[in-house]
């Protein structure tokens, strides 16, 4: 068998692996986007067909079927590529050990899930949780982080591009009321299962072929590495999700329905940070044994993930509400404000998203998890405290409280890793360009968003353009950023 040749950025010259980095980024990025754009698509066929009382119940079995998909990745969704970047393991060992070994804890969770969806949860949610299960053994699966590790994210974008055509064809033939409630999740098992195949195929040409096999010594190295992750992604789901668990607790599907529509966005914009993580991670931790360009490729990071989280945010709260009209019909307008309150976690968590990055390829997954924890606890509090008085306006504040926790967290430990404070200079050209977009859409007549959204994007590459912003993105960082 052959093992394919990992790649290395050690000897690149200066701007060059920063350069890799950017293209692994669109190439991931580009894929990730347009399959969210589809997926979006997706979602909006499912709440304007079924209505928003059973998008709610769609929207709690999926936030369920999430945190169970945590537990049955085993962590190597951000340990797996920096896994196979470093080379310690043969890469075809390390696919199949890994790969087995998630498909096996998935499927024994997907039996526990059904039995409790059926037993033990009334209609329709209890079915609806049994068969978001078959969902879960498709990605347990998966072979995407093996692609990332090997710099293959060209191939995880187009799997996902393809998944969502068929999964959104699907929606748009299968699904046309609530009766038609319970092919959802039977076709986001089929969207899941064929990514599954497709990348199973593409790494077999590159030279790894999946055997049935485990390596139990690699495995329990494994394992004992990534149970902080573990943890982590659990705590994770709490920051994300609890919010509509106390929600449905405290108050009915239909506001679930309307705030799951407000999330949807914000989870539509925020594929670009786990992207983020994902195409820094594999470069950063070859660059452990040059930490100057290490934090180059950081700070470079962060500016070019606040130029594009600025402008998402400031433009998202002034058009809240007719984008949930055209987006979703005018049914969903009441979640107008949680939309304003939510969005403003974007720049938050690009920032954030970047940083992680630091933690795991340091090695520091047990950082990570204390982040997330800290942060997990300040959203069970306030969805506690705020959610029973304010409703959805309560998870929306107890979200951009939770993140804002989880960014100054892991910007101490990243300087205790040796990453210093990205400079407040280096952010002023796109905080000066989304002022002024603000102040274009302000005065701008009533037009449609059809109008109002590129009119607004290109005010503000015109500003972050005519402030050298551009620069963030086509040249490597000064000697005096460097520094700073």
Not at 191 to 217: P, Q
């Amino acid at each position: 068998m052959t093992t394919p040749t990992l790649p290395t950025q050690a000897g690149l010259p200066g701007g060059a692996f920063d350069r890799l980095v950017l293209r692994n980024f669109v190439k991931l990025g580009a894929g990730e986007l347009v399959s969210r754009l589809l997926g979006f698509v997706g979602t909006i066929v499912i709440a304007r067909q079924l209505g928003v009382e059973s998008y709610g119940v769609i929207g709690l079995g999926f936030a369920v079927l999430l945190y169970f998909a945590a537990v049955g990745d085993l962590g190597m969704e951000h340990l797996g590529p920096r896994e196979v970047a470093s080379g310690e393991a043969p890469v075809d060992v390390l696919a199949c050990t890994i790969t087995f070994a998630r498909f096996v804890a998935s499927s024994i969770i997907a039996l526990l899930m059904a039995a409790v969806g059926l037993l033990l949860v009334t209609e329709p949610e209890g079915p609806i949780l049994a068969l978001y299960g078959l969902t879960l053994i498709a990605m347990g699966a998966s072979t995407r982080w093996v692609h990332i590790g090997l710099g293959g994210t060209g191939a995880v974008g187009v799997s996902r591009m393809v998944v969502e055509i068929l999964r959104v064809g699907l929606l748009l033939t299968l699904v046309r009321g609530p009766d038609d409630l319970f092919r959802v999740p039977i076709i986001q098992f089929a969207g899941e299962a064929a990514a599954t195949v497709m990348l199973w195929a593409v790494l077999a040409r590159r030279g790894v072929r999946m055997r049935f096999r485990i390596d139990t010594s690699v495995l329990r190295i494994m394992l004992r590495r990534a149970f902080p992750l573990l943890i982590t992604n659990l705590l994770a789901l709490v920051i994300y999700n609890a919010d509509i668990v106390v929600l449905r607790v405290f108050r009915d599907r239909t506001e679930v329905g309307l705030y799951l529509a407000a999330y949807t966005l914000i989870n539509f914009l925020g594929v670009l940070g786990n992207t983020a993580t994902l195409s820094i991670l594999p470069t950063l931790s070859r660059l452990r044994s040059s930490p100057g360009r290490g934090i180059e490729l950081i700070h470079r990071g962060q500016a070019q993930m606040m130029a594009l989280g600025l402008p998402l945010a400031v433009g998202g709260a002034l058009l809240a509400a007719p984008i949930l009209r055209i987006v979703f019909s005018a049914e969903y307008t009441p979640a107008t404000t949680v939309l304003q309150v939510l969005i403003l976690s974007i720049p938050l968590l690009f920032q954030r998203c970047v940083l992680q990055a630091v933690l795991i390829s340091a090695g520091r997954q047990d950082r990570v998890l204390q982040v997330t924890a800290w942060s997990a606890i300040v959203t069970i509090g306030l969805n506690l405290a705020l959610v029973p008085v304010l409703g959805m306006l309560g998870a929306g504040i107890a979200t951009i409280a939770a993140e804002a926790t989880r960014l100054a967290l892991a910007q101490q430990f990243a300087t205790v890793e040796g990453y210093p404070r990205v400079s407040i200079p280096s952010l002023w050209r796109p905080a000066f360009a989304a002022a002024l977009m603000a102040a274009a859409l302000i005065v701008a007549p009533d037009l449609s968003i059809l109008i109002l959204i590129p009119a607004g994007a290109l005010v503000y590459g015109a500003a972050l353009g005519g402030a050298g912003g551009f620069r963030l993105f086509t040249t490597p960082a000064s000697p005096v950023e460097r520094a700073t």
